[in-house]
């Protein structure tokens, strides 16, 4: 569903600060795959994450979704294809508008929007019921303000919204770190549920090794915008959180500054 | 106040509530502070103008007029967006130079429009006194905008729009392209303000080329201040809420200068505008501080 050969991208190249966010990355991810990009501050998570939605343009390597070069895509055009979800519950909808509002520009993602009545009989109940499977109660407050919302709740939303369509890839760029744990586990928790339902392809970029592991199938470690490993299977099923850092620790050879963090 | 004034104060209100409309697509909707209104409302009323006196029937002088104010709405559109300045600075930078056009167009500062069959005439011949026909028609086309308008941001582009002025990052990962609605949203607001300036000098009888100074003021102080008096969150309500804020501006102007006690005379109306923006601009700035809204 994604491949990506040889991507690199250099931030301020020719200055004294030149940062090589990202370099020769090589990776294939299958249609149906849920893959958890874990590495520490500066690792290049969030640069790969911008790289697949387009918001930045790779220096080298190019990017197929679904077997189409996408290297060159603007934002809205790959949002035909992928959908995304921000670490900032503020990011993701319009504040000022309804639910359904925001469901409707969602619901247009993948299609062509029109001269026809934003929200129509088909966009409302689609909207009930997938709002219903959150078990939110939020299917019941159709026009009430996203505003009003919680921080949880606004990315429940966000996570109905990303799904709509025919939405192939997935993109979650720290999505619950800005949560407190309830709510995080919560929206985690959908997360799962959804994607495995729609059977999406998705790439979640994360801080916590545990949610790396509990969530997905496959799990890849960026440092110094390199892979410096790739897991699934039974290799991924059997490791540990301490594994993890341990074999972080090792292939780095290094020291890691935000063990904390790494392990909260 | 005379009836005189009070038509007067109307027929303004309402020619002026459709530059309000347009504001209110730009400022509120795009988010997008659109100057070049001072521009293409006089450039709306040197166009029509002068095709009226080569000749041209009122009405098709008044549609080109509206055309042309599209165009302008590009100019800015293509200013901000493929040259990266900024919008408030691309909207002066056209109305500067619309000055100058208007004054090519017109060949002079103003071409007077005195005994020439407009588009108030036939209204006039249908036996509405003279007096009333310019409210009775800019009644009609304001409600006709008002209704087009509503209609356009509910649809599936319309939304777009409105989302590219609420959050233009998460719009953009919709699949809407910010920069296609920044032209559209500025063409029609444009479009409609120089509408406007094609009335407005049918009605005054005059195109000229000073027309515009200061009608974004005007403009603003219908959309806040009728906002401020009618909050809401529906549209409609909102569209609403700019026509009768742009009628109630005249009125009120109309009133403060018709009394004498105040002392205001008619070169007064700049600096009672600009109060009245601002006061409108702090109401809700002064509600949300006493109900310590978390935003």
């Not at chain 1, 190249?13 to 149906?32: C, D, F, Q, W, Y």
Request: aromatic residues 6%; proline residues 3%; neutral net charge.
């Amino acid at each position: 569903m994604i491949k990506v050969e040889n991507l690199g991208v250099t931030f301020n190249k020719g200055t004294m600060l030149e940062n090589r966010a990202l370099h020769g990355v090589n990776l294939s991810i299958a249609a149906g795959d849920f893959v958890t990009v874990i590495g520490s501050n500066g690792a290049g998570k969030s640069t790969f994450l911008n790289l697949l939605a387009g918001e930045l343009i790779p220096g080298t390597g190019c990017i197929a979704i679904d077997g189409i070069d996408v290297t060159y895509w603007p934002v809205y055009r790959r949002a035909t294809m992928l959908a995304r979800m921000f670490q900032d519950p503020r990011a993701g909808i319009c504040e000022e508008m309804s639910i359904i509002e925001n469901i409707a520009i969602a619901a247009a993602r993948t299609s062509p929007r029109g001269f026809g009545f934003a929200i129509t009989r088909q966009v409302r109940e689609q909207a009930t019921e997938r709002l219903a499977m959150l078990q939110l109660g939020l299917e019941k407050r159709l026009h009430d303000r996203v505003a009003l919302l919680s921080g949880g709740q606004r990315q429940a939303l966000a996570l109905i919204m990303a799904t709509l369509g025919t939405t192939k890839v997935l993109l979650l760029d720290e999505h619950t770190a800005a949560l407190d744990p309830a709510a995080a586990e919560l929206v985690l928790n959908l997360t799962g549920e959804i994607v495995k339902k729609f059977g999406i392809t998705t790439v979640m970029v994360t801080h916590s090794m545990r949610q790396a592991l509990e969530l997905g199938s496959r799990t890849i470690m960026l440092h110094h915008g390199q892979i410096i490993l790739d897991i699934a299977g039974e290799q991924r099923a059997s490791m540990t959180i301490e594994q993890l850092v341990q074999m972080f620790r090792r292939k780095e050879g290094a020291e890691i500054s935000d063990d904390q963090l790494l392990l909260a | 106040m005379s009836l005189y004034a009070f038509i007067g104060a109307l027929e303004t209100g309402l020619a002026f509530a459709l530059v309000a409309l347009g504001a209110y697509l730009t400022f509120r909707v795009l988010d997008f502070p659109d100057l070049t209104v001072e521009g293409s409302f006089p450039l709306g009323a040197a166009v029509c103008a002068k095709l009226m006196v080569s000749g041209v029937d009122p009405w098709t002088a008044t549609l080109v007029a509206s055309l042309v104010g599209c165009v302008a709405g590009f100019a800015t559109a293509f200013l901000n967006l493929k040259l990266r300045i900024l919008h408030i600075l691309a909207g002066i930078l056209t109305a500067i130079a619309l000055y100058s056009i208007n004054l090519r167009i017109m060949d002079r500062p103003n071409i007077g429009l005195i005994n020439m069959p407009t588009v108030y005439t036939p209204f006039e011949n249908l036996g509405i006194p003279s007096l009333y026909a310019p409210v009775v028609l800019l009644t009609i086309i304001v409600v006709i905008a008002k209704i087009l308008i509503d209609l356009f941001l509910a649809t599936g582009f319309g939304l777009a729009m409105r989302a590219v002025g609420a959050n233009a990052r998460m719009a953009r990962a919709n699949g809407i392209r910010d920069g296609r609605m920044i032209v559209v949203g500025l063409a029609i607001a444009n479009g409609i303000t120089a509408l406007s300036g094609a009335l407005f000098a049918q009605m005054l009888g005059a195109a000229d080329v000073s027309m515009g100074i200061g009608v974004i003021v005007v403009a603003l102080a219908g959309v806040i201040g009728g906002t401020a008096l009618m909050p809401s969150r529906l549209i409609p309500m909102l569209t609403l809420a700019c026509i009768l804020g742009s009628i109630l501006y005249r009125l009120a102007l109309a009133l403060a200068l018709s009394t004498n006690a105040i002392g205001l005379t008619a070169s007064d109306v700049n600096v009672v505008t600009a109060v009245l923006v601002a006061i409108a601009l702090w109401l809700p700035v002064r509600n949300a501080a006493f109900s310590r809204q978390p935003k």
